[in-house]
């Protein structure tokens, strides 16, 4: 049976947030040092906006393909969790997530590609479905992050926009590159160094800061730099996800990332 969902938000049981990353996860977690006396030093009005960008997509461009396994865990004032799960992603524009509860039972999985995702949560015999853009409504399964924008997070490698961004100056988190939204503002904190994002911020005009994602503990895998650590967190509802890597292979065939969601014939289909 199919039936049309009306509501902006849908309520999850409590262990369903542990897919916020899914979003895709501690923030906690320090991003960076303090800026060294030569980058203070800096002067801003020399940094090459077009020179940054194409520095970061020298790395995230080598990635085609990730497969991997972590440990996920999930923060808020009423509740934790803590799991393991799957992680598969296709660049651009395809993503799959499977949690696992502590006993190997299938807690939630969820599939997104650059049209469309599915979410299929078997404790309830659900299956949810809807266009990329009405994904952040699968709250607080995603944590409101933007669909196209959590195919990269689950990677770990976040591109800067070519669109409408200026350098604005530097912190302990790096180099501050923002861009205006048509409803809000968007912060990017590039590693000079390493030339990759390490932190984005979205902040809504009317709503205030929304979500931020954090990449840490970058290292050299398979001649690209990649985070272990990924944290989607809302500040607001002091919600935090984190995904720590276990085990990662990249760009391997497409067909050995095993993206196909298995859903049971008598679940209740959910449209958003």
């Given at each position: 049976?199919?039936?049309?969902?009306?509501?902006?938000?849908?309520?999850?049981?409590?262990?369903?947030?542990?897919?916020?990353l899914?979003?895709?996860?501690?923030?906690?977690?320090?991003?960076?040092?303090?800026?060294?006396?030569?980058?203070?030093?800096?002067?801003?009005s020399?940094?090459?906006l077009?020179?940054?960008?194409?520095?970061?997509?020298r790395?995230?461009?080598?990635?085609?393909?990730?497969?991997?396994?972590?440990?996920?865990?999930?923060?808020?004032?009423?509740?934790?969790?803590?799991?393991?799960?799957?992680?598969?992603?296709?660049?651009?524009?395809?993503?799959?997530?499977?949690?696992?509860?502590?006993?190997?039972l299938?807690?939630?999985?969820?599939?997104?590609?650059?049209?469309?995702?599915?979410?299929?949560?078997p404790?309830?015999?659900?299956?949810?479905?809807g266009?990329?853009?009405?994904?952040r409504?699968?709250?607080p399964?995603?944590?409101?992050?933007?669909?196209?924008?959590l195919?990269?997070?689950?990677s770990?490698l976040?591109?800067?926009?070519?669109e409408?961004a200026?350098?604005?100056?530097?912190?302990?988190h790096?180099?501050?590159?923002?861009?205006?939204?048509?409803?809000?503002?968007?912060?990017y904190?590039?590693d000079?160094?390493?030339?990759?994002?390490?932190?984005?911020?979205?902040?809504?005009?009317?709503?205030?800061?929304l979500?931020r994602?954090s990449?840490?503990r970058?290292?050299?895998?398979?001649g690209?730099?990649?985070p272990?650590?990924?944290t989607?967190?809302?500040?607001?509802?002091?919600?935090?996800?984190?995904?720590?890597?276990?085990?990662?292979?990249?760009?391997?065939?497409?067909?050995?990332?095993?993206?196909r969601?298995?859903?049971?014939?008598?679940?209740?289909e959910v449209?958003?």
């Open positions: 049976m199919t039936r049309l969902i009306r509501h902006k938000r849908l309520v999850f049981p409590r262990w369903a947030k542990v897919c916020g899914v979003t895709g996860a501690a923030l906690t977690t320090s991003l960076g040092c303090a800026p060294t006396a030569r980058e203070a030093a800096w002067d801003l020399q940094v090459s077009p020179q940054l960008q194409r520095d970061v997509d790395n995230v461009s080598k990635l085609k393909t990730l497969k991997g396994r972590a440990r996920i865990s999930y923060e808020s004032p009423d509740v934790g969790y803590a799991g393991y799960t799957q992680v598969a992603v296709r660049m651009p524009d395809s993503a799959f997530i499977k949690v696992e509860a502590i006993f190997g299938d807690v939630a999985s969820l599939f997104v590609d650059g049209r469309s995702f599915t979410a299929y949560v404790s309830e015999r659900r299956v949810y479905r266009s990329i853009d009405r994904l409504y699968l709250d399964l995603v944590m409101a992050v933007d669909g196209r924008l195919i990269s997070a689950l770990g976040i591109s800067l926009p070519r409408g200026g350098v604005k100056g530097m912190d302990s790096g180099l501050l590159v923002e861009k205006h939204a048509e409803e809000g503002l968007f912060r904190w590039v000079r160094q390493r030339a990759v994002v390490s932190q984005v911020e979205y902040e809504d005009s009317q709503l205030g800061l979500y994602l990449f840490s970058f290292a050299k895998t398979s690209m730099l990649l272990q650590m990924v989607v967190e809302r500040p607001q509802q002091r919600e935090r996800v984190t995904l720590f890597y276990l085990e990662r292979t990249v760009n391997v065939p497409p067909r050995a990332l095993q993206m969601q298995h859903l049971p014939s008598n679940v209740e449209l958003l």
